[in-house]
């Protein structure tokens, strides 16, 4: 793969991924287990077909090590699980944009955690301000406005689908480096999908409750599982793995305005001084980030 195709393919990922808050909260509505299990399920048996008819070899054949496998498939995987439990029991639609712009401080994670895989120079003030400026963005789009007392409201009643986030931002910034260190040209999106969908499948048949599978609920099912995570993951693997990772950086500080509109578009929210405030410094941050990285060939 030329690195003109993985840069387009990186680009688009991040066009479908602007869709991934808003429709991971609606099929979690139906079933926070259940429903993010059939869409995991299903993307990863599409991915290992796509593999299986492009003559792909088997994970335990490829030119991949373990690092690849058991720590990015690891950190893939509980990435997922916390992502969407994280949006499917938020307390409401309201709360989902904030935890979407938390989850999008990965782009910001992802350049911070370079130095520690790649032989790059950074600049560490640069590099801490950005973040620091993701942080009141992420503060900013959701208690603005608010007295001590809601603040301390909301931080008790909010705190574990945020905490989740967290984790899930440092864990995808965590696998974008790994895939990119020790993946090589295995592909390994569709298998962790797949551990993925069964695991919340599995959780699923412990709690019970039904599933949700409505008429309603076919199409963001179908969009969730075909385009956010089939085919958005596995652009991004390429876009990272074979394309210029420091565009993909840049480009994917844009990913905060990106979701937001969607969100409100989809939600039928009315927006926000203090979500935009948020988006914007979510952005700033990780732009500001990429200043503090000097990728080699690049500057």
């Known amino acids: 793969m030329t690195m003109a195709s993985a840069n387009f393919l990186g680009v688009l990922s991040l066009l479908f991924w602007s869709m991934n808050v808003a429709l991971t909260r609606v099929i979690g509505e139906a079933h926070p287990l259940g429903m993010p299990g059939l869409s995991f399920l ?172 409505t008429r309603a609920m076919l199409v963001p099912l179908i969009l969730h599982a075909l385009i956010v995570n089939a085919a958005a993951f596995l652009f991004w693997d390429c876009g990272v793995r074979w394309g210029d990772m420091g565009l993909m950086g840049v480009l994917a500080n844009f990913l905060p305005v990106g979701s937001v509109l969607f969100g409100l578009w989809y939600f039928g929210n009315a927006s926000t001084t203090s979500l935009w405030l948020g988006g914007i410094f979510v952005t700033l941050g990780a732009i500001l980030c990429r200043k503090g990285i000097h990728l080699p060939g690049t500057e």
């Open 42 to 213: 299903a993307a990863g048996i599409m991915l290992i077909g796509l593999d299986t008819v492009k003559k792909k070899p088997m994970p335990w054949k490829s030119d991949a090590g373990p690092m690849f496998w058991l720590v990015g498939g690891g950190a893939f995987v509980i990435y997922l699980v916390l992502y969407a439990l994280g949006l499917s029991y938020s307390d409401s639609r309201e709360v989902v944009l904030p935890l979407g712009l938390l989850n999008y401080c990965w782009p910001s994670l992802m350049l911070v955690m370079m130095p520690f895989f790649f032989a790059v120079r950074v600049r560490w003030p640069i590099l801490g301000a950005g973040m620091v400026l993701c942080v009141i963005g992420v503060g900013c789009s959701l208690l603005w406005g608010m007295s001590l007392r809601q603040v301390a409201a909301v931080a008790a009643s909010s705190w574990p689908p945020f905490l989740m986030m967290a984790g899930a931002a440092l864990l995808w910034a965590f696998y974008s480096n790994v895939a990119r260190k020790w993946g090589n040209t295995a592909s390994g999106t569709g298998w962790f999908m797949l551990v993925a969908g069964l695991f919340f499948l599995g959780m699923w048949l412990v709690a019970g409750g039904p599933l949700g599978l």
